[in-house]
């Protein structure tokens, strides 16, 4: 049987941060008791502090979590990026012609890393998406995102009669 969580997908009312929030596990349920294993609190005294909290399986917690951290592309710039490639031990670096992707090691929740782009040479992009994904997935994201961004960019045309 898998373990139960609380699990909650905004922030505590008490919390004074201010910063995005990842949706995450609070607490593991004690199946004995009900009761969190660290706070001692039972669901409802959690609601209290996390209004949406609930009562999931591990799996879902995680799934949760991992797609609560999953971010589209955005581009940053090459200082960024090689800033990115020295952090530590790049994991699944690839350089295909004037393409090249990795992601640093370090995890943000579950499977859930930093992944650092160049595509054509000079485009530097940064993403945050599961490490099973492979260097043509997450080059073609940031081409769709270039392509995208291109098409919103250009003028509308003049429609003068």
């Not at 008791?33 to 799996?59: F, H, N, R, W």
Request: proline share 6%.
């Amino acid at each position: 049987m898998s373990s139960m969580y609380f699990f909650s997908s905004s922030p505590s009312r008490n919390s004074t941060v201010q910063q995005p929030y990842i949706a995450g596990a609070i607490d593991i349920v004690d199946p004995a008791t009900g009761l969190g294993k660290y706070s001692g609190k039972s669901l409802t005294e959690i609601q209290l502090e996390y209004p949406d909290a609930s009562v999931v399986p591990y799996e879902d917690a995680l799934k949760r979590s991992e797609d609560a951290c999953i971010k589209a592309p955005w581009e940053i710039d090459s200082d960024r990026f090689y800033s990115m490639l020295g952090e530590g031990m790049p994991g699944r670096r690839t350089i295909r012609g004037d393409d090249e992707s990795f992601y640093i090691t370090d995890r943000l929740t579950g499977s859930v890393v930093m992944w650092a782009i160049c595509v054509g040479g000079d485009r530097y992009f940064e993403l945050h998406n599961r490490s099973t994904l492979d260097h043509q997935s997450v080059v073609g994201e940031c081409r769709t995102f270039m392509q995208r961004s291109e098409a919103s960019a250009s003028p509308a045309p003049c429609l003068v009669q």
